[in-house]
């Protein structure tokens, strides 16, 4: 199983970033897929969830309203788009998924938004 974030970088407060997460290794379809973050200090969160069909969502209270997940099963890619970015927001994101049993994890990518 791979994990593989991209999309990350350096923006203004307000601005906005779309992260990509590229799986394989499994049946990316029958999946649910999760983007977490965790920011310098603090302990890994739970950003957003979407479903195997992508019918499915949920949010962090603090993500509601300015990101979205989605999901393209033809290309095993799970995005997270967000918009409003505020500097609270600046923490290492990752994409994880439970498949055979196991949890797995990208090596995540950094977002930093400067005020």
């Known amino acids: 199983v791979q994990l593989v974030e991209y999309g990350g970088g350096l923006v203004q407060a307000g601005g906005s970033l779309r992260l990509s997460c590229a799986a394989s290794g499994f049946i990316f379809s029958i999946n649910a897929m999760g983007w977490y973050r965790q920011a310098p200090g603090k302990q890994r969160e739970l950003v957003a969830t979407?479903?195997?069909?992508?019918?499915?969502?949920g949010y962090a209270d603090s993500v509601k309203g300015r990101f979205t997940i989605s999901r393209d099963n033809a290309k095993n890619t799970v995005y997270l788009q967000m918009n409003s970015l505020k500097p609270e927001d600046t923490a290492v994101y990752y994409c994880n998924t439970r498949a055979y049993d196991t949890n797995y994890w990208g090596k995540g990518t950094l977002v930093t938004v400067s005020s």
């Open positions: 979407i479903t195997s069909s992508g019918l499915g969502t």
